[in-house]
């Protein structure tokens, strides 16, 4: 869970480097690749996001906060999502 949650705050960090080259650019060369990284990472945040809860059942929905979290976070938090699960399975089979 240590590594998840270093990941988490890396992820943060690259989203802030991200946010913070969108409100001051970088010099020419350079700003093209972070407009285009930015664009990238939303895509693939976005549908990492919607294939995970599209795959989810009914009852299993994630709330506003957990796409939110999923979109921050990406597969770090899908990791803590999925190791949840498998814990709460466990406690499911047991008599």
Request: charged share 15%; glycine share 6%; proline share 5%.
């Amino acid at each position: 869970m240590f590594l998840i949650n270093i990941g988490r705050i890396l992820m943060l960090a690259v989203w802030g480097f991200l946010i913070f080259s969108l409100v001051h650019p970088f010099p020419k060369p350079l700003n093209i690749f972070m407009h285009i990284a930015t664009f990238f990472m939303v895509v693939m945040h976005g549908l990492l996001m919607s294939l995970f809860n599209a795959g989810q059942p009914q009852d299993k929905k994630l709330t506003a906060a957990g796409k939110v979290r999923v979109f921050l976070f990406g597969v770090f938090e899908l990791i803590a999502l999925l190791r949840r699960q498998q814990a709460e399975l466990k406690d499911q089979d047991k008599p």
